[in-house]
């Protein structure tokens, strides 16, 4: 047996001890329930209210929503001028109104004039919600609208901006102050908003995974080293590739659910892949078409 050889296996059995012993010693700890997790059946949460139908983010939108029987919005938020938290996905208001320039250089009074339907388009070409009345609103407004509903709320101010370094604190006042602490889930693509945010809610609030937790999970997962992950965040909030990384299978749902972490997908609007992730295990979705995703859910149970 050559020197190499030798080396190999003795760099494959130190491997093994290693993998052995830290079966032994590891011990993962679960995250703890949050009663905003807590759903017998699939969630269907409407993205910004189910923007396939009606313009994003407006009354319009989660009104129509609402009548069909979601348990609730994923909806994205950012700050005015005046610090004030609106519901609002891009940095511009150019995308979805008749207003331009950035979110943060508005107060929430000039905000509210602009025309939150005027860029909806249906698919006949036409823009059936100009002129009618739809205004930019606040998470204010709509926690006050829904009290009852679950509302996923992502962090989209960068925490590199001003506003996103003071949207973990003024978020947190807002939730506390109107005690919707066990009715929301908060997260954002960086993790290090989550955290920041979680410095003041101590754990009261259902917790999203970041971009870098994400990683994190699944390359503990697709490694021999999976009991040593310990999550940091209450749910998974997931499209069905990172990537070229599946993140799809039942048995990374199960990985994740075992360590009582909600896997939620995001980005589904056909049937068939409804399906085929309900078949998995998949405890809920983000979807644009909470209509055909209610439908599944209903045809399924």
Not at 18 to 39: D, G, I, M, N, T
Request: net charge negative; glycine share 6%; hydrophobic share 40%.
């Amino acid at each position: 047996m050559g020197r190499k050889t030798k080396m190999a296996l003795t760099v494959g059995a130190a491997g093994v001890a290693a993998w052995a012993a830290s079966k032994v010693v590891a011990k993962p700890q679960p995250r703890p329930r949050k009663e905003a997790l807590e759903f017998e059946d699939p969630v269907v949460l409407s993205h910004r209210g189910g923007m396939s139908s009606t313009p994003e983010h407006t009354m319009a939108a989660f009104s129509n929503s609402a009548e069909l029987g979601v348990h609730g919005f994923a909806v994205d938020i950012r700050l005015t001028k005046d610090e004030e938290i609106v519901l609002f996905h891009d940095e511009t208001a150019d995308r979805t109104t008749d207003f331009s320039g950035r979110i943060s250089d508005y107060t929430i009074d000039e905000l509210k004039k602009a025309d939150a339907g005027y860029m909806f388009e249906d698919d006949n070409g036409h823009f059936p919600f100009r002129g009618k009345g739809e205004k930019i609103i606040s998470l204010r407004e709509l926690l006050t609208a829904y009290p009852h509903m679950l509302i996923a709320i992502n962090l989209k101010d960068s925490p590199d901006t001003y506003e996103g370094s003071l949207m973990p604190s003024k978020l947190w006042r807002l939730l506390e102050e109107m005690e919707s602490e066990e009715r929301v889930i908060v997260m954002s693509a960086f993790d290090e908003q989550t955290d920041r945010f979680n410095l003041y809610a101590q754990n009261r609030v259902a917790i999203g995974a970041g971009n870098d937790e994400v990683k994190k999970a699944y390359a503990s997962f697709s490694s021999k080293f999976g009991h040593l992950y310990n999550p940091r965040a209450d749910l998974f909030c997931i499209t069905e590739k990172m990537g070229p990384f599946p993140m799809n299978s039942e048995n990374f749902i199960n990985f994740l659910s075992n360590l009582n972490v909600a896997v939620y997908y995001t980005h589904i609007n056909d049937k068939d892949t409804f399906e085929k992730l309900l078949i998995s295990g998949a405890a809920g979705f983000i979807t644009d078409k909470p209509a055909l995703a209610m439908e599944v859910i209903q045809q399924n149970s």
